[in-house]
Nanobody, 123 residues
Framework: QVQLVESGGGSVQAGGSLRLTCQASGWTRSMGWFRQVPGKEREGVAT????????TYSDSVKGRFTISQADSDYTLFLQLNSLKPEDSAMYYCAATRDIGQELSLFPRDFPYWGQGTQVTVSS
């Protein structure tokens, strides 16, 4: 089992920035960030292979968000820049140890999940 704890959410105005952090309790093959608003399905935002360092992003955040990992421990980051009101959501950190889904943006490919951190962007 892997425990994931997110932090860094908050309320900002449009155009602002936030940095989300996810602390994992152990090694994982891939980690990612997902978001969900009430009444909608959870969607993939960005994922990172901790083995290769490769990343993938959803089209809606490409060029504005950056996923990265710490060099020395199991911490994952998501830098959110140029935020828009439509970025408002609960953001979840997820992880997998499975081979083959390292850069997936599908929630079903990630068995481990954090509790989420809220991001609210006002216009």
């Amino acid at each position: 089992q892997v425990q994931l704890v997110e932090s860094g959410g908050g309320s900002v105005q449009a155009g602002g920035s936030l940095r989300l952090t996810c602390q994992a309790s152990g090694w994982t093959r891939s980690m990612g960030w997902f978001r969900q608003v009430p009444g909608k399905e959870r969607e993939g935002v960005a994922t990172l292979s901790r083995v290769s360092g490769d990343t993938t992003y959803s089209d809606s955040v490409k060029g504005r968000f950056t996923i990265s990992q710490a060099d020395s421990d199991y911490t994952l980051f998501l830098q959110l820049n140029s935020l828009k009101p439509e970025d408002s959501a609960m953001y979840y950190c997820a992880a997998t140890r499975d081979i083959g889904q390292e850069l997936s943006l599908f929630p079903r490919d990630f068995p481990y999940w954090g509790q989420g951190t809220q991001v609210t962007v006002s216009s």
